[in-house]
């Protein structure tokens, strides 16, 4: 299948001397399901954000297709709403992505601004509260909204724009084990529909759940492996280095 993201060599760092990824390189092909695991603070959030066209690597490529993410290719007006519309990120945390005054109007916002004519952003935005259990509360403001309630608008806010790509930071951090279960469900049901998915976790139990392709980076913000889930997740010595599980001393008698 073909590639439609790649990160090329990529490395970023904060402030110029921060690491958070050193000369990383992985493909996204079309129509799969993917997870970037990881210890907190190996760079899962920014490794999707570089995706995104957020920020920008320090040294390596991003590609979409075979055209590079960057600065100067996200001011063509004609390539920025082919990538906008193509691409979507949801934050880890849904109070930095909603900001309109409702929930109908956070799900009416990106494809208004793709340019979709108002009866059938309408449509779609109907469409997604219904399959996310969000028509009780199209007139609600997101800060009356709870947790799980916050995590499904923001989803909502892109599933309106029907992106080809769906980048999920920690989709299911800090939900109930309900919603977290009707999330996977979701999730999984883009991918079968045809999405490219790719999410970021330390949730071990999640990736056994969906079984992704999974990326594995270590706390030195580089690719340690890349392989299928179940592969992944027998190899405890793989799982014990880059610190996603833990395995206590025995004490002597």
């Known amino acids: 299948m ?12 904060y402030l110029g001397k921060i690491p958070a990824l050193v000369d990383f390189s992985v493909g996204f092909e079309e129509g799969q399901l993917y997870a970037l695991i990881g210890a ?7 490794l999707l954000q570089l995706m995104a066209g957020l920020i920008h690597p320090s040294q390596g490529r ?19 709403r082919l990538f906008r519309g193509a691409v979507a990120y949801l934050f880890q945390d849904p109070d930095v992505q909603l900001f309109c ?5 956070e799900l ?11 009866a059938e952003a309408r449509e779609r935005a109907q469409a997604v509260m219904q399959l996310l259990a969000l028509e009780g509360l199209q007139n609600r403001p997101s800060y009356m909204l709870s947790g799980g309630e916050k995590k499904k608008t923001a989803l909502g806010s892109i599933l309106t724009m029907n992106p080809d790509i769906l980048l999920l930071d920690e ?4 939900l109930d084990p309900r919603t977290q279960h009707a999330l996977i469900e979701l ?3 883009l991918n079968q529909a045809g999405k490219t998915v790719v999410i970021s976790t330390h949730d071990l139990a999640l990736v056994e759940a969906i079984q992704p392709r999974v990326a594995v980076l270590s706390e030195e913000h580089r ?14 010595e793989l799982l014990l280095r880059v610190n996603l599980i833990y395995r206590p001393l025995s004490r002597s008698r």
């Open 223 to 236: 690719l340690e492996r890349i392989g299928a889930a179940d592969e992944i997740l027998l190899d405890e």
């Open 171 to 174: 989709p299911t951090n800090g």
């Open 108 to 118: 009416l916002f990106g494809p208004l601004q793709l340019g979709i004519p108002e």
């Open 2 to 13: 073909a590639e439609m993201l790649r990160v090329d060599k990529v490395s970023y760092s």
């Open 187 to 189: 999730i999984t049901g």
């Open 62 to 80: 991003v590609l979409f297709g075979d055209r590079e993410v960057c600065e100067s290719s996200l001011q063509d007006p004609g390539f920025l």
């Open 40 to 46: 907190n603070g190996t760079g899962k959030s920014t």
């Open 101 to 105: 005054p409702t929930v109908l109007d």
